[in-house]
């Protein structure tokens, strides 16, 4: 739960939230995806895009992740700057994994930039390791991404 009692709550993204997500999204990322993008994928049914909100229905932070078989890929996970370093990333993928569970993955799968350190902290913290790299996935600048996978049936029933 996010630090100093903040109230949030994390749920599937509504197509009313997709102004504030995008808006985040090119604040975060060098290549972002579009509002269209967003609703796209809430059409989806292989697609989970969660949000967590707190009063006022003020979109904190995201995370988006496709499910197929019993695999997920995680597509992206942003929060706020001024609402980082409280937990609500954490709380995020909590709810995620949780959910993606329910709707039978086992195991999830993202990429994350070689420079993004405090990424991969996070990351490992829920039980990611690095599983390769992809050469020059990424522009603006191009770098490297680790590739970094999950198994969730280990990482629930610890």
Not at 40 to 49: F, G, H, T, V
Not at 116 to 129: D, I, R, S, T, W
Request: hydrophobic residues 40%; charged residues 25%.
């Amino acid at each position: 739960m996010p630090e100093n009692n903040m109230k949030i709550i994390i749920r599937e993204m509504q197509p009313e939230d997709v102004s504030a997500v995008a808006a985040l999204e090119a604040e975060c990322f060098s290549e972002p995806w579009s509002e269209q993008a967003f609703l796209d994928a809430l059409k989806q049914s292989e697609a989970m895009m969660m949000v967590a909100v707190g009063r006022g229905n003020n979109q904190m932070g995201y995370c988006g992740i496709y499910l197929s078989a019993d695999e997920g890929e995680i597509t992206n996970v942003a929060v706020r700057p001024d609402y980082r370093k409280q937990g609500i990333a954490d709380a995020i993928l909590t709810a995620v994994f949780s959910e993606a569970q329910k709707r039978g993955a086992r195991t999830i799968y993202l990429e994350v930039r070689e420079s993004n350190v405090p990424a991969q902290k996070l990351y490992e913290k829920h039980g990611f390791v690095s599983c390769g790299i992809r050469k020059n996935f990424y522009r603006k600048p191009t770098e490297n991404a680790i590739v970094m996978s999950c198994d969730l049936t280990r990482r629930i029933n610890e």
